[in-house]
């Protein structure tokens, strides 16, 4: 392999798995994590063998499990590895991959019923406790990619090895006005009891539920919320509420407040004295997940109030928009 390849999809590269067919034995993001997996003999879940990789059940109907995931730098790919490392009884007999170019922040929505995929690696046979490694011919340059497996089985770990297309990455570029990197700055919450507000405008992805914003249970009415300082005023176009992690605990639903307050100070948010505009509906989430929602408006904003139902956690909250003058 040539060695100025890079794993695109390298969880560290911002690499991510969204959705899978079906993880019950270990989960999708095992996947995209350094290294080539570990093996300890005599540990196991309620679920079964502990495994250090991405494995389904047993599949007693027709059809085969898939993974899709979104590389973290866009790119030309030269060859993947379909690692099975440990997985020695219950590794796929098969797999394939697929490839697509999109937004890089897509609901998945948008990314199930695109209809471009394009097939880089037709069904090839794999070997149980190694890696295999596929050449891939393609001159094109893609964000997303979808890995399936005939019929079931593990796979510890996905390399994707290319070139990044930065070209790509930054055609018709939206900006996280969000990320402390940009300026984001998060200005104060209703109540941040097992982890501090601050962490949803990390750039990184979450490491656990201890790195991201969570509130305790709530016994009463009412509703959790916390207020954020954008970056640079802006027209917003997309928000995104990762939930990575939290599995029993995300919000039930959450809506998004607006305003353009260019001269006032903290403290008139801090004692409320701001009137909100609407610009995202109470709407639901889905746990364990990048929730993307779409906005249609064309308003400046410099602040945002973040207004999640009743109570619980969030990992990461993006603000993809333009910057105006």
Known sequence: MDNTLIDLALESNGGRTLLTSDDFFAPKENLLKPGRGIF????YTNH?????????????IEGHDWCILRLGKSGIISEVDIDTNHFVGNFPSHASVDACNMPKFSGLDEI?????WIEILSNVELQGDSQNKFDISSDQSFTHLRLHIYPDGGVARFRVYGNPDHANENKNKLI?????????????????HFSHMGNLIKPTTGIDMSDGWETKRRRGPGYDWSILKLGS????????????HFKGNFPDSCSF??????????????????????ILPNSKLAGNQENVFSLSQTLLHTH???NIYPDGGVSRLRILGRETS
Request: overall charge negative.
């Open 40 to 43: 300890i003999e005599d540990k």
């Open 48 to 60: 079964g063998k502990w495994m250090d990789g991405w494995e389904s059940r047993r599949k007693r």
């Open 112 to 116: 199930i019923e695109n209809d471009e």
């Open 176 to 192: 996280d006005f969000a990320l402390a990197d940009n300026g984001g700055e998060m200005i104060s919450c209703s109540d941040m």
């Open 233 to 244: 005023p802006c027209t917003i176009e997309r928000v995104i509420v990762d939930t990575l």
């Open 257 to 278: 407040e607006g305003c353009f307050e260019p001269k006032n100070k903290k403290d008139s948010f801090l004692k409320n004295k701001i009137d909100w505009t609407e």
């Open 304 to 306: 945002i109030r973040f």
